[in-house]
Nanobody, 116 residues
Framework: QVQLVESGGGLVQAGGSLRLSCAAS????????MNWFRQAPGKEREFVAA????????WYADPVKGRFTISRDNANNAVYLQMNNLKPEDTAVYYC?????????WGQGTQVTVSS
C-alpha cells in the first residue's frame, strides 16, 4: 500500500489560485485511480477529481469543472490539483486518496480557505 502526504493548501482570496500536491510513497500496486476529495465543516467528504495511473482519463465533480485540473507525475510519484478561480464555497480540507478495489487510502489532508 501507499502512504500519501498532501501539501499546498493555504488562504487565498476569491478568484485566486492554489496548487495542491500529493506525494506518494510505497508500492502503487493495485491502485485503480488517484483522487482528490474535500470536506467542509459540517458536511460529508465529497469527490472532487480523479485520474488513472496512466493519466489518460480524468473525472471531475460538476462544481469544479473548468476551474480545477488534476494531473500526475509518475516519475516523482506525485499527483497535483491545480485550482483556479477559487470561490468561498471551495473552502474545505482537501484529501488525496488512492482508490483500491474496495477501499481508499487517505492522506492527512490540507486546509484550503478562500476569502470573499
Amino acid at each position: 500500500q501507499v502512504q500519501l502526504v498532501e501539501s499546498g493548501g493555504g488562504l487565498v482570496q476569491a478568484g485566486g489560485s492554489l496548487r495542491l500536491s500529493c506525494a506518494a510513497s510505497g508500492r502503487p500496486d493495485s491502485i485503480y485511480t488517484m483522487n482528490w476529495f474535500r470536506q467542509a465543516p459540517g458536511k460529508e467528504r465529497e469527490f472532487v477529481a480523479a485520474i488513472t495511473l496512466s493519466g489518460d482519463s480524468t473525472w471531475y465533480a460538476d462544481p469544479v469543472k473548468g476551474r480545477f485540473t488534476i494531473s500526475r507525475d509518475n516519475a516523482n510519484n506525485a499527483v497535483y490539483l491545480q485550482m483556479n478561480n477559487l470561490k468561498p464555497e471551495d473552502t474545505a480540507v482537501y484529501y488525496c486518496g488512492a482508490r483500491y478495489s474496495t477501499y481508499y487510502i487517505w492522506g492527512q489532508g490540507t486546509q484550503v480557505t478562500v476569502s470573499s
